[in-house]
């Protein structure tokens, strides 16, 4: 019914950028919230931004200042902007989507995540 699809992970160095990519597709009447989340080896899965519909955003302390969310709605995307990357933002990163049906029920979708690797 619904597929969040994620891209623009990979390999940098220390000091890097890299920007992520997620876009919902299926039977979507509108979206809500949408955000980030990250899993690092042996550790709980962990919010890393979110952003409303009209354009609010929210930071994990340790990614403000070097992270952007953004999100269009008419394409039903959300971007991550990461600049000044270090090691400890190595994890697989989760986009999550709050989606309002046809039915006007809501429901939280996950992407299968997509690698972001900090290494010199």
């Known amino acids: 019914q619904v597929q969040l699809v994620e891209s623009g992970g990979g390999l940098v160095q220390p000091g890097g950028s890299l920007r992520l990519s997620c876009a919902a597709s299926g039977t979507i009447f509108s979206i809500n919230a949408m955000g980030w989340y990250r899993q690092a080896p042996g550790k709980q899965r962990e919010l890393v931004a979110t952003i409303t519909r009209d354009g609010r955003a929210n930071y994990a302390d340790d990614v403000k200042g070097r992270f952007t969310i953004s999100r269009e709605n008419a394409k039903n995307t959300v971007d991550l902007q990461m600049n000044s990357l270090k090691p400890d933002d190595t994890a697989v990163y989760y986009c999550?989507?709050?989606?309002?049906?046809?039915?006007?029920?809501?429901?939280?979708?996950w992407g299968q995540g997509t690698q972001v690797n900090v290494s010199s």
């Open positions: 999550l989507a709050d989606i309002m049906h046809t039915n006007y029920r809501t429901y939280q979708y």
